[in-house]
């Protein structure tokens, strides 16, 4: 079925560990974004992308890393894990900017 | 810079009762895009509705309306006859079109009681 898949669905790391969550889209959607969702904040943008080989910071970008090698593939990278980033991450993607976005069913991570 | 402000963090409501979600947003674009999303207990985020800032007429779909209304920067969302299934977190969101990303509000969770 045609949507964005994320994985894995849960995670559980260690201080300091390293990790890269997946997300892939069969939709050929320009548009990708990694959102993180903490209790009382909605949804808040960490990076972005408009097309393969571009990337751009969102509001919370610290701590991330994106790349964006194929237009199918928009993986998030966390270097060094803190338990600041225990949170649910969702990965969208769009056809443009004024289309609604699609979102993964989400990645439950904790950083103990 | 973009914002979108939900301000009632809870409803509860019992069934069969009528219910508006509040959003109100700031924009310096005179084009956008407001959205609605909905995520229930499961977890997913569910898009409802689209609406360009050109087009200012209410929709209906269902049991659901949108009130947009720009000379308050306001994207109202009413349940009509709420069921129990309508329990979830309702998202407002913002898209400029100078941007490539949506800018959400804090979300309003909705608890409807049998």
């Known amino acids: 079925n045609a949507g964005v898949t994320q994985t894995p669905k849960f995670q559980v790391l260690k201080t300091g560990q390293s990790m890269t969550l997946q997300c892939a889209q069969d939709?050929?959607?320009?548009?990708m974004s990694w959102y993180r969702q903490d209790p009382g904040m909605g949804l808040r943008l960490i990076h972005y992308s408009v097309g393969a080989g571009i990337t751009d910071q969102g509001e919370v970008p610290n701590g991330y890393n994106v790349s964006r090698s194929t237009t199918e593939d928009f993986p998030l990278r966390l270097l060094s894990a803190a338990p600041s980033q225990t949170s649910v991450y969702f990965c969208a993607s769009s056809y443009s900017t004024w289309n609604g976005y699609t979102f993964g069913s989400g990645t439950r991570l904790t950083v103990v | 810079a973009q914002k979108v402000t939900q301000a009632q963090t809870e409803i509860s409501v019992v069934e069969k009762e009528d219910v508006t979600l509040d959003c109100v947003y700031e924009t310096r674009d005179t084009t956008y895009y407001l959205f609605w999303y909905k995520q229930p207990p499961s977890g997913e985020l569910v898009f409802l509705i689209r609406?360009?800032?050109?087009?200012?007429q209410n929709e209906i779909s269902g049991r659901y309306s949108w009130n947009f209304q720009k000379s308050t920067s306001s994207f109202n969302f009413t349940i009509t006859a709420s069921q129990v299934v309508d329990s979830a977190v309702y998202f407002c969101a913002l898209s400029e079109t100078s941007g490539s990303r949506l800018t959400f509000g804090e979300g309003t969770q909705l608890t409807v009681n049998p």
């Open positions: 939709m050929n959607h320009e548009y």
């Open positions: 609406r360009n800032s050109f087009d200012e």
